[in-house]
């Protein structure tokens, strides 16, 4: 009967989850935070499944592993009704972010993904600068630490330069005429700074993704000529050698490469992720046993921090307060293991259940829902200029609405991806002002001619 109960609840959450997707876009900040949920509920459950049938020895509960998500799962789905009903609230007809541009808006595209480019990679400077990381020993290690561990009075902020060069020189490839040299050398020039210049497991997936989407965003025909089954199953493989490789430089006692080691490094730590003690079985296992531990988030402690903490830099507020979840590790981790300095996942739903349960979680996830549809009707729309619809797309892929962090970066990742932006349209306008038409307003559905930042 479980079992049953389990595969019903898993249709309809999944079901939730594919609609959001496909009426709000991937491309969405809503449509992009539920993709990475749905393959974490989609892994977790089949792979829950196939344990169940196959190798029943590896469950930790055993035939109780479906009753474990049974209540978790019916939270998880009516968290998802009411960011639906939020986002209805906001933009009841939310229209399409993807269309065909023309090239004078490719064109302005290209010089703002320049400007970002620069700004990433001085940020990224500044970053390994300030945590000395100038071996080969110590780049890596100096990174993560900046990161997660200790990182100092300014914070881990500029850490992102990385992701902010990244997502410039995605901007860059919808302009070239041609998928050719070019493009191909934008692209492992994206792969070789996400993958060196950041020390989180892995590295190579995220310009493959935020290539597609800016692709599918800003160039649609472009897009859907690289969709081929040989293309996506060479950067499937570029994705899984880089999580196994990283995590081979990432560790602290040097090993002998091979193959197999490599192998076993990124299965585990996908295991870790996307399998049936990953993500969602942590959420899950947090859900669980909240009614126990509920003292630790009394007075509102995740919507409080996400409000007044989160955003504000560590160099402008020194007594900065830790993250709600730092140290939870028995909460949420399947063997309960438990740092004192790590700040596990507990998912969205999990961010905004924490406080107050359904209370908590109808309120903030009807506020959230109705902010995005509002910031994406005026932001995204088909009369949004440019700018806007750049600053939005950024904001989506560096998190906006996270799978894994929820609502505690939302105000924190919106200053960061609108002001990175927004810079760097400053600086396009500032270069090129004198072959901008005066007092004309760049605009999605209709872009002068002439217009031409070159």
């Known amino acids: 009967m ?35 949920l749905g393959i974490a509920v989609l892994t977790d ?37 009411v960011l639906i009903a939020g986002l209805f609230l906001g933009n009841p007809k939310p229209e399409p972010i993807n269309r065909d541009f023309s090239a004078a808006e490719l064109g302005f595209l290209g010089h703002t993904g320049v400007a970002l480019l620069l700004l990433g990679l001085i940020f990224a400077g500044l970053a390994i600068s300030l945590t000395h990381a100038y ?41 070239l005429r041609k998928t050719g040299a070019r493009f191909l050398l934008l692209l492992l020039a994206m792969l070789f700074v996400s993958f060196f210049l950041k020390a989180n497991k892995g590295g190579l997936e995220t310009p493959i993704l935020w290539a597609a989407l800016v692709l599918h965003t800003y160039n649609p025909r472009r897009f859907w000529s690289l969709v081929k089954p040989r293309i996506a199953l060479a950067c499937l493989v570029i994705a899984f050698v880089g999580v196994g490789v990283k995590l081979q430089l990432l560790e602290e006692e040097a090993r002998s ?39 630790l988030f009394e007075g509102y402690h995740e919507g409080l921090y996400a409000l007044t903490e989160a ?6 507020h020194q007594n900065k307060k830790t993250q709600p979840t730092e140290g939870l590790g028995f909460m949420i981790h399947a063997d309960a293991h438990t740092y004192r300095d790590e700040t596990p996942s507990i998912e969205l739903v999990g961010s905004v259940y924490a406080d107050e349960g ?9 506020i959230v829902g109705f902010l995005l549809g509002v910031l994406r009707r005026y932001t995204a729309g088909r009369r949004s200029a440019l700018q806007w619809h750049i600053s939005y ?27 990175v ?19 004309a307003v760049l605009t999605l559905s209709e872009a002068p001619s002439s217009f031409s930042p070159l």
């Open 2 to 36: 479980d079992i049953l109960e389990f595969v019903a609840l898993s249709f309809c959450n999944l079901a939730l989850l594919s609609w959001i997707v496909k009426r709000q876009g991937v491309a969405s900040v809503e449509g992009y935070c539920a993709v990475f």
């Open 45 to 81: 459950n089949l792979g829950l499944l196939f344990d169940y049938f196959f190798l029943p020895g590896t469950l930790l509960l055993g035939e109780q592993e479906f009753h474990f998500r049974v209540y978790p799962t019916i939270v998880h789905i009516i968290a998802m009704v």
């Open 135 to 175: 071996s080969a020993t110590n780049f890596f290690r100096g990174l993560d630490t900046f990161r997660g561990g200790d990182p100092g009075e300014t914070g881990g902020f500029f850490y992102k330069g990385a992701d902010i060069a990244v997502f410039g020189m995605a901007l860059i490839l919808p302009g």
């Open 257 to 295: 490469w091979s193959l197999e080691s490599m192998t076993d490094s990124a299965f585990g730590a996908m295991k870790g992720r996307w399998g049936d003690e990953g993500l969602y079985r942590g959420y899950c296992q947090f859900i669980n046993l909240l009614p126990q531990y509920h003292y």
């Open 311 to 316: 955003w504000i830099p560590r160099a402008l």
């Open 358 to 366: 359904f209370y908590s979680l109808t309120a903030y996830l009807l």
């Open 393 to 419: 797309l950024c904001f989506a892929l560096f998190g906006g609405l996270s799978a894994e962090a929820g609502i505690t970066g939302i105000i924190y990742t919106f200053v960061l991806a609108f002001g």
């Open 421 to 439: 932006t927004g810079f760097a349209h400053l600086a396009v306008i500032g270069l090129y002002k004198h072959k901008l038409h005066t007092g």
